[in-house]
């Protein structure tokens, strides 16, 4: 499998307290079977769909308090140089750059609005082996209450391209303030990232984050299984030129959304550059 370029999503993780717990909450929500346990790296377990590695889940470190979440990896030739760009653009260093094995090199790092994200240099493990697909990562977008400093980070650690999406004449649509990054040209067909600017509608208490999204068959289906597993709807199921999506929260606490990619409906928004 190639590499991804740099700055496109890579891999995604995450931390649980019970690891048994989100294996069978995702196992049924999202169709993931899981590999061995990796003891010597913390108990890191992979997920995969279809026999191919589209995630992972881990326990805390030991004596660690940290909130169960989801981390998205970007893609970097070269993690320390990454890093050095996130510190020089006013982000934050939560793990300077650690070789894993003979996996690869990971950072993870904070941008200057809150939300915290890794970089992923590959050695033997590239990232995802599925994207796009049913069971796999689809999009991501980053949620901030500070879009300015977004905006003004991402390009400087990234070769993004930007341009502001065009959300309509509807109330609704002039009140949102979404830009897409893209990679290898501009529009949404080379669009890798999203940034949504985060409303009155988000409780103050909730953070800037990286919203990931998983592919499923079918949208309305998957939120009742992550229901029926405990997990919460926050938003949808709601029908989009992109897909029918939702974001819920897992069992644990842990923000996604899921997507069926085949069930699009309405216009394309336009997009103009900034």
């Known amino acids: 499998m190639s590499e991804y370029p740099e700055g496109a999503p890579c891999w995604a993780d995450a931390m649980f307290a019970d690891v048994e717990g989100a294996k069978a909450f995702y196992a049924d929500v999202l169709g993931w079977t899981f590999g061995e346990a990796s003891s010597e790296y913390g108990n890191y377990t992979q997920a995969y769909s279809d026999g191919k590695a589209v995630a992972a889940v881990v326990p805390p470190m030991p004596g660690a308090d940290a909130p169960s979440q989801w981390c998205l990896y970007f893609a970097s030739p070269d993690a320390a140089a990454t890093a050095e760009k996130i510190k020089s653009a006013g982000g934050e260093l939560l793990m300077e750059p650690m070789q894993v094995g003979t996996f690869g090199t990971m950072v993870i790092a904070k941008e200057p609005s809150g939300a915290v994200f890794g970089v992923w240099q590959p050695g033997q493990h590239k990232g995802f082996e599925k994207a796009g697909k049913p069971g796999s990562f689809a999009w991501a977008e980053v949620f901030s209450r500070d879009v300015g400093k977004v905006d003004g980070f991402l390009p400087k650690v990234f070769p993004y ?6 959300m309509g004449d509807s109330p609704e649509g002039a ?3 979404f830009k897409i990054f893209s990679l ?5 067909e080379n669009a890798v990232l999203g940034r949504m600017g985060m409303g009155d509608e988000f409780p103050p208490e909730i953070p800037s984050y990286v919203q990931v999204y998983f592919g ?4 309305d289906e998957a939120v009742s299984k992550a229901q029926k597993r405990g997990g919460q709807l926050h938003f949808g199921p709601m029908d989009s030129p992109f897909g ?9 606490g842990a923000a996604f959304a899921v997507i069926d990619l085949s ?7 336009q997009t103009k550059d900034v």
Request: charged share 25%; with cysteine; proline share 9%.
């Open 161 to 166: 391209e930007v341009q502001q999406m065009d």
């Open 263 to 269: 069930k699009t409906s309405g216009e394309m928004p």
């Open 175 to 177: 009140a949102m303030d």
């Open 244 to 252: 029918r999506f939702a974001a819920l929260t897992d069992q644990q």
């Open 184 to 188: 290898g040209g501009r529009g949404p």
């Open 216 to 219: 499923v068959p079918d949208c």
